[in-house]
């Protein structure tokens, strides 16, 4: 296994800043899951762990050795990518046994190792078949015993599971984190669902434009997002925000005033979590514009005197209907306040509602 380390890493292609100087440090054997949107460096991140580009500039290293000119085949790492890469004229015992051909291991422990891979993404009884005999979860499950055949210090995963369908995902997310569980590998997984990242990893790397936005437990970008794109990429139904001015202890935001805890003044985004707004008999009013059905919870749009709101409500029964008169109230400890003009979040400034 390993320890690695990013410092300073830039990748760019002629004008073109994939990556811009970021820093970033794996533990040995920790889980840690790159998320963004399309083009924000994290899969171009993946490849100069690889070693399948090379970084412009900064240092990339493994236990403390630079790697930044150790090629890809002379690098330990094993690497699952979206398409799964099988070779399609060879069975699967073959695929499995394929990176051994370039370590040297001899044939018999080559093949017992092989085994000993598919048994453990269980896939044993599938050694004699082709690629082409085997469903995607299947060709999913053969693709990491390629890689972890290797017994790689580093295991990269590529959008893994973007080519297959719901519940095959849900059952893929479960068998990978038993999976690196159980060896222990440190591994890096790229990928731009938040539901991969925030079940699978023990840190994520949120990523925009080629710069890490913020770093951190599945809790802490979701609670206490440190920018208004985290706030806002992070959660389904996405986060409430409302723009506001912030003056002398107050939040003029639509036609409420709210009191703040904490000093802000100026322009400012309120942000609250739709699962965060209540519904009942008491605080301020609102009508019900729209209820959406979500199965074990049902999601209703509000116009409010803060603005639109959406809020999310447990339970397949809606208690409300469109044109209904309700009032809301959130917890102000959930409320999440940033500058407007920076994007970042005031840590120790929260709104409430007036008593």
Partial sequence: MARIELRRIRKQWGEVVAVDDID??????????????????KSTTLFMLAGIYMPSAGELLFDGIAVNEVEAKDRNVGIVFQSYALYPHLDVRRNIMFPLKFKGVPKAE?????????RLVHVEELLDRMPSQLSGGQQQRVALARALVKEPQLLLLDEPLSNLDATLRLSMRTEIKRLQRHTGVTTVLVTHDQIEATTMADRIVCMRRGRIEQIGTAEDLYRRPDS???????????????EGEARGGRLRVGEAELPLTGGAEGAVVLGIRPEDVRLGETGLPARVLDVEPMGRETLFLLETPLGQLRALLAGATAPYRAGDSVAFTFDPENSILFMKSSERRLPDVRARLPA
Avoid: K
Wanted: glycine letters at 12%; one cysteine or more.
């Fill in 24 to 41: 970033l440090t794996i533990e040995d054997g920790e889980f840690v899951a790159i998320l963004g949107p399309s083009g924000c460096g």
């Fill in 110 to 118: 080559a093949a017992r190792r092989a085994e000993e891979a598919a």
């Fill in 228 to 242: 208004l794109f985290v706030a806002s990429f992070l959660g389904a139904p996405p986060i409430n925000l409302l």
